[in-house]
């Protein structure tokens, strides 16, 4: 098992570039989340998806935000335009229902916008 | 909103002590009460946890303890060892309307010192 995989680890980019986050859940799990990580607000729930349908997106923090999940093996995060206010460590995870409620969360994608 | 409060924020202990990291939670409707330990530079892990039928958990090392009348509920290490040092944050799951959602406190770094 190979783990919730993300891309890239570290993506630098400049201030009003798109941003794309890439992440590949579990095989087999049924929800997939995304959480932004930083000092001043810890980790927030950005949205949530329950076999690929978006269930709760009420985290996303603006219309510049938004998220897909193709299928069950595929989500991404699109932050366009991006701000430095972005800059955070965003996290993916999953989890299979009707199993223990814990989630198993990737390595994270560390975000700096100049 | 819903939150999850954490207390201490920072915790210093010396090596085969014990610590104890107290969170208290906001949603009647929570029922599910997982803790992440999180190292330096990777995602948090699930450690343990507690459904809100269960008053006290143990798992070698580590136990948690749930008092939903108070909506209290905390994480015991005993015997800390230098590999405990690392950030660990409480989080609190409702179920409510069939939905899924965790609220995370916002983290205890623990230091064992040798």
């Known amino acids: 098992d190979a783990g919730v995989i993300q891309s890239p680890r570290h993506e630098v980019t400049e201030m009003g570039q798109e941003v794309t986050l890439r992440c590949k859940p579990i095989?087999?799990?049924?929800?997939l989340f995304w959480y932004r990580q930083t000092m001043m607000r810890g980790l927030e729930l950005l949205i949530y998806f329950n076999n690929n349908v978006p269930i709760d997106d009420s985290g996303m923090p603006e219309d510049r935000f938004s998220a897909k999940m193709p299928n069950a093996s595929f989500s991404t995060l699109k932050i366009q335009p991006s701000e430095p206010r972005d800059s955070a460590v965003y996290f993916c995870?999953?989890?299979?229902?009707?199993?223990?409620?814990?989630?198993?969360f990737g390595s994270g994608t560390r975000l700096t916008v100049v | 909103g819903e939150n999850v409060e954490q207390h201490p924020s920072t915790l210093s202990v010396q090596e085969g002590d014990s610590a104890v990291i107290k969170c208290t939670y906001s949603?009647?409707?929570?029922?599910?009460f997982p803790w992440y330990k999180q190292e330096l530079g990777k995602g948090p892990q699930l450690i343990i946890d507690?459904?809100?039928?269960?008053g006290e958990k143990k798992d070698q090392r580590i136990a948690v303890t749930l008092n939903k009348t108070a909506k209290h509920f905390s994480l015991h290490i005993t015997e800390t060892q230098p590999e405990d040092s690392a950030v660990y944050f409480c989080?609190?799951?409702?179920?409510?309307?069939?939905?899924?959602?965790?609220?995370f406190g916002a983290g205890t770094r623990l230091f064992v010192k040798a």
């Open positions: 507690i459904r809100s039928n269960v």
């Open positions: 989080a609190a799951t409702s179920t409510r309307g069939g939905g899924f959602k965790t609220i």
């Open positions: 995870a999953s989890r299979k229902n009707g199993a223990n409620y814990g989630y198993t």
């Open positions: 095989s087999g799990h049924d929800y």
């Open positions: 949603d009647s409707a929570s029922n599910y």
